[in-house]
């Protein structure tokens, strides 16, 4: 039977920014408690199951089902295949398909002393897998949904990007300034994009182009008109979210956070295409994806807040 039930949006997180979601089960007899469960550091066994998309999932709810017939893919199964099985170093890869023959979801099973160690080792075992018939079958293959279940303490991890809300515009008159297009249409692009590090490289050339372009030509027509700008401060903004991975960040200059944080330790890594160990940055890489995941909330909300300080700066304009 399948069953719902509802969370607030605002209890969800920042939308477009992943998402965790734990789930406790509690079984007859099991006298331990959520956090007993939850802290457990030995060794043991998971189980890793992910459904397949021919698109980057968009759900305005969060489906938690990974029934087989909820993923698919360009990938068709052999007419005589039910199941394949991919043995490992570091586990076993079990793929299965949907009704249309479409390769559909994967399970994956592994010893680990951690959901974060076996979520590594999965995306470890398959992201290579993936990469390599996404490039032979020249086709996109999305990881849609993803679940991670201590088999030990029947916990639950799922991952999720969370859902947008749906917005009212005002109905006033809105004035679209010129010089601001190519600002909206990275931050729609950003948007739009289920890459990490894409998105975090459209949020950091908004902050680039603005600095080093858009605000000089600025003022420059600013004085050229002999118009006086009130200025403004531009610093990180407080958010409830980013207090707990940047809150040493928070009320810094934008730009001072740009130059020594966002383009040395982020955009370098990008451009160059290497890390700051010299390694070759693999972008299915599970530690790459989460770090460059966690910073997307504070580099979007810098780049929100740059944007509509400019805006304000072209109404002085007239």
Known sequence: MKSSTKISLEKLG?????????????????????????????????????????????DEDIDLSLAVERGGSYINASPDAVTSLIKTSLGNITLSHNSHRELARIEFECAAASQIGALGLFHTAVSPFLDHISYLANVPIHLARTECMDKKNNVHFYDYINPHPHVTL????????????????????????????????????????????IRPEFF???RTRAVKVVTEKEVVPDHEELRFSHGDQ???????????????????????????????????????????GGELLAIELCARTVIGVQERYEAQLG
């Open 220 to 222: 420059l027509e600013a």
């Open 250 to 292: 928070i009320g810094k200059s934008i730009k001072t956070v740009f130059d020594n944080r966002f383009t040395p330790q982020f955009r370098d890594e990008i451009a160059h295409y290497l890390l700051s160990d010299g390694a070759v940055l693999n972008v299915s890489d599970f530690n790459a994806v989460r770090r460059f």
């Open 170 to 213: 005002n109905p006033h008159e809105a004035r679209i300034f010129t010089r601001v297009l190519p600002l909206y249409a990275l931050y729609r692009e950003a948007k739009n994009s289920g890459s990490p590090f894409y998105r975090f490289l459209c949020y950091y050339k908004i902050l680039e182009g603005t600095y080093a372009h």
């Open 14 to 58: 920042p939308p477009g920014i992943p998402g965790h979601l734990v789930i406790v089960d509690k079984l007859k007899g099991d006298t331990r408690t959520d956090q007993e469960q939850l802290r457990d550091q030995s060794e043991r066994m998971f189980h890793v199951t992910a459904i397949l998309s021919k698109t980057p999932l968009l």
